[in-house]
């Protein structure tokens, strides 16, 4: 038998050879791809389902188990019977994940059967266009084999861990948005796709079968868009129509929930007090706490201009994400116009100082269908909407907003972001279009009325300045003529003076002034700035001020005779735009996202300040009215919520992740990009350890309830565990936790400090020992376990949360109150939801809420659950929510 391959054996012989041989490694599969012409194709590493067996570290397996092993009989025979055990259960798994892969064959070949017949659609084109588009649409087609059914385990699948085998996962993206299934299903030898015998799913008579058709509640369900500069987010055929997502089940027997997401099932079991009376069918209730938006953190100066202004009422207007904001300074103040539902990109203020003009981009629905830009007229001291404009008539985005100013304020012009930069005029009472014309097909910046004459528009961008006039219906065009003037590469920013001359700044660093009526320079300061010439604005006094590349504001007289030069910090940034203050103050925007107040002749201080790059760390003080945020801009900034400022801001090595604060609030850890990690002192900033752990991100920082651990979750799949002394100043390793077949999402601590739950990017769940790092796999351990916190998207208190439809990355993050009243998420559509607390129904209803422009990152309640604090990704807003 020694001389014969095992594989030209029978599966029985293969077996008896094996037993007189000693003991088979029986990690690997008994099929070798190699006699079907494969070469040798290990499964683990090419079928992420079958690496999902998998070990906390430690775990004692003798790989080099044989005949001629030290180690007595009775461990051999152990050993031997543990690994069939992982065989049996690896093999159920297997089966399964076959099922899956057979299920999306079948799926596949009857929808392209039938678009043979029907001929091609535009909707299946689309379909087939669109890399997000589900594979699962129509009415499902009747599989070759159905799934086998899996023992009920307490990891969705896995009873008894393996070492190894673990997926490498992508650092760079947010989340992996493909199924397992999916991603392997084209590395998949012949021989794994060829249908077994067919097998038959049973449902146990104590099994019930969740409602079809639940709708969510009386409020919109999700969002209505998807947001432009949403990593990981493409909601585009998640909810097709014809595709529902399989109804939860409900075991009684086992005292168990099984839901499906992306068509994996997620087995969630209950505590024991629960079975018997729990009901699937049963309806959640709404909430009985509401949200209403009390500060928003953050302005958008970064790549927006002309965006700045002091009303009459005192109030500074600006905008983040889509939200505007009217923010008091002297009463520390804010109110919120809240009616854009996706990037807002520019602002108008009208000559009467109270109607405001605002833009926003196009956007895309929930299920696929162009959401179009447009305008937004609303009332600065009711907050009502007056007007909406040009809805299915611009194209991307709006990039320019102007009043005009001599005719009583009638007419608005409006530059979008198409190909050709479409410049049109409105009368905005009337809603109705007066002109348009082809503006540029390059980059446009400003579109402004000329003061004194209405028909007089001045636009400037990349490579041009032009002078429109309004003649009858039509918009004629004079090119601004640089002569002997070197002409620049871009013309940035335009105003005007007294006399109705138009002053211009461009990227040499000159300001070109341009006579009224004419095309041609009258007079150039060359060089008024080292670098760009961002803003300009003139004075109520006849005073120019100009803000540059160079951080400088400098201050001209009528005769363009510098009269004073300021210049701004660089921790500030260069300036992006410049607009008169009350009295002889001055507010500056610039392009690291400050908002400054200040004099000509004296300093400036930060009254708004936010992120730079997408954020993702949030934590909450556990005594204090405090939070910390940080993100990819490598910031960590830690905030009073009471009186909305920063406490203090540290700019860090790499981009930051994650961050947890230690039970006494002395220490905070933040978890990078690169897998280093760093405690840092809450009241000094002061650093006060640094570790290395992997080289990928850390998605998860979470200290024991305890203080005397922490728990780090990173995307090589690993949890890493530390044990904590001195009030968060000491850390010593205790190892990891590997058992994850891919990156680690989110973790939670039980009140007793001897337990953690994990979920993964592959919908798993897994309970730990920490202070051993080993797995749990027993149901009965870990049903019962009282929770300190719940913040994993996955588990049996939470299920409620997922829509229908959900592919398992929608939800970025969830959190329960401190009271355990309530649950709040934060999702792929720029929205909010509160639910009632436990959230066990399927599909529970919410309360929803916007106001972010891109994917919610993270959300939290603060100590006394009076305030939530969420952050938003791309659109890097920080918003502060009473809880009502």
Request: aromatic content about 8%.
């Amino acid at each position: 038998m020694h001389s014969l391959h095992p594989m030209v054996l029978s599966w029985p012989a293969r077996a008896e050879a094996e037993r007189s041989d000693g003991v088979r490694n029986l990690k690997e599969p008994f099929v070798s791809s190699s006699e079907f012409g494969f070469g040798h194709y290990p499964l683990r590493e090419n079928f992420p389902l079958y690496s999902i067996m998998s070990d906390c570290e430690g775990l004692p397996m003798d790989d080099s188990a044989s005949a001629a092993s030290s180690m007595e009989v009775t461990d051999r025979i152990a050993s031997l019977e543990q690994r069939v055990q992982m065989q049996e259960d690896e093999i159920q798994l297997l089966k399964s994940a076959l099922a899956d892969v057979v299920r999306r064959l079948n799926v596949s070949e009857e929808q392209q059967a039938m678009l043979n017949r029907k001929g091609p659609t535009k909707e299946a084109a689309a379909r087939r266009d669109s890399p997000s588009s589900d594979i699962s649409v129509g009415k499902p087609a009747r599989p070759m084999i159905a799934a086998l059914p899996l023992r009920p385990t307490v990891n969705n699948g896995t009873v008894l861990p393996k070492k190894g085998g673990t997926l490498p996962s992508p650092s760079s993206s947010k989340k992996d948005n493909s199924s397992p299934a999916t991603k392997s299903l084209s590395r998949l030898p012949r021989f794994l796709l060829r249908p077994p015998y067919s097998t038959v799913k049973r449902t146990s008579s104590s099994e019930q079968v969740g409602p079809n058709n639940r709708k969510d509640s009386g409020v919109d369900s999700k969002s209505n868009r998807t947001r432009a500069g949403s990593t990981g987010s493409n909601s585009s055929g998640k909810k097709a129509t014809e595709n529902k997502q399989r109804e939860p089940v409900f075991s009684a027997d086992e005292g168990y929930v099984k839901m499906y997401l992306k068509g994996r099932p997620i087995t969630m079991y209950m505590p024991k007090d629960l079975v018997d009376t729990y009901c699937l069918e049963a309806k959640a209730d709404l909430p009985p706490k509401k949200l209403k938006l009390d500060w928003v953190y953050g302005y958008r100066g970064r790549d927006c201009r002309s965006n700045l202004y002091l009303l009459p009422t005192g109030e500074t207007v600006y905008f983040i994400a889509s939200v505007v904001v009217l923010y008091n300074v002297d009463e520390q103040l804010q109110r919120h116009y809240t009616g854009h539902t996706d990037d807002i990109k520019c602002l108008a203020v009208h000559p009467d100082k109270i109607t405001i003009a605002t833009g926003q981009v196009a956007g895309t629905s929930s299920d696929g269908k162009l959401l179009a830009p447009h305008v937004r007229v609303w009332d600065s001291v009711s907050l009502n909407t007056l007007h909406i404009l040009g809805t299915g008539f611009f194209d991307r985005a709006l990039v320019c907003l102007s009043f005009s100013k001599s005719n009583g304020g009638s007419w608005l012009c409006v530059v979008d972001d198409s190909n050709d930069h479409i410049l049109s005029v409105w009368d905005w009472q009337r809603e109705e279009r007066l002109a348009e014309v082809k503006c540029s097909n390059e980059s446009v910046f400003v579109a402004d009325f000329h003061p004194t004459d209405a028909n007089v528009i001045v636009t400037c961008g990349k490579s041009h300045l032009y002078f429109w006039s309004l003649e009858k219906g039509s918009l004629v065009k004079k090119q601004g003529l640089f002569e002997k003037q070197e002409k620049p590469k871009f013309v940035l920013c335009v105003t005007f003076s007294e006399n109705g001359d138009a002053i211009t700044g461009d990227s040499s660093g000159n300001i070109l002034v341009w006579g009224k009526g004419s095309n041609r320079i009258s007079l150039a300061i060359q060089g008024a700035h080292e670098a760009s010439v961002f803003a300009l604005c003139m004075l109520r006094n006849g005073t120019l001020v100009s803000g540059g590349k160079d951080r400088k504001l400098i201050s001209w007289d009528e005769n363009y005779q510098k009269i004073q030069t300021v210049e701004v910090p660089e921790l500030y940034g260069p300036i992006r735009t410049v607009a008169e203050g009350r009295g002889e103050t001055v507010l500056i925007g610039t392009t690291k996202n400050y908002v400054l107040q200040g004099s000509l002749d004296g300093e400036f201080i930060p009254i708004t300040q936010g992120h730079t790059d997408e954020l993702w760390g949030l934590t909450v003080h556990p005594l204090k009215h405090q939070f910390l945020t940080c993100g990819h801009d490598k910031h960590v900034c830690l905030w009073d919520s009471a009186s909305h400022q920063p406490i203090w801001t540290k700019t860090l090595e790499d981009a930051a992740q994650s961050a947890g604060f230690h039970p006494s609030g002395a220490t905070v850890a933040i978890g990078t990009q690169t897998g280093r990690w760093l405690v840092l002192d809450t009241e000094s900033k002061d650093l006060v350890t640094v570790h290395t752990d992997g080289n990928e991100q850390l998605s998860v920082m979470r200290f024991s309830p305890d203080g005397h651990f922490l728990a780090i979750g990173s995307h090589d799949n690993y949890i890493y565990i530390y044990a904590v002394a001195e009030n968060g100043k000491k850390y010593s390793r205790v190892g990891k936790c590997s058992g994850h077949s891919s990156f680690i999402t989110h973790l939670d601590w039980s009140v007793d400090s001897q337990y953690l739950v994990s979920n993964s990017g592959d919908y798993e769940i897994l309970y730990w020992i920490p202070s051993v790092c080993k797995q749990v796999v027993s149901v009965e351990t870990t049903r019962d376990i009282e929770w300190a916190t719940f913040t994993c998207t996955l588990g049996f208190h939470v299920f409620g949360l997922w829509p229908d439809g959900s592919d398992g990355t929608d939800i970025n993050a969830v959190c329960s109150s401190n009271a355990k009243r309530l649950l709040v998420t934060g999702d792929d559509f720029g929205k909010v939801h509160l639910f009632s607390f436990p959230c066990c129904q399927s599909r529970a209803p919410s309360h929803i809420y916007g106001g972010h422009s891109s994917h919610v990152t993270n959300v939290n309640f603060l100590q006394e659950d009076s305030h939530l604090i969420s952050t938003g990704g791309k659109d890097m807003s920080v918003m502060q929510w009473r809880v009502l």
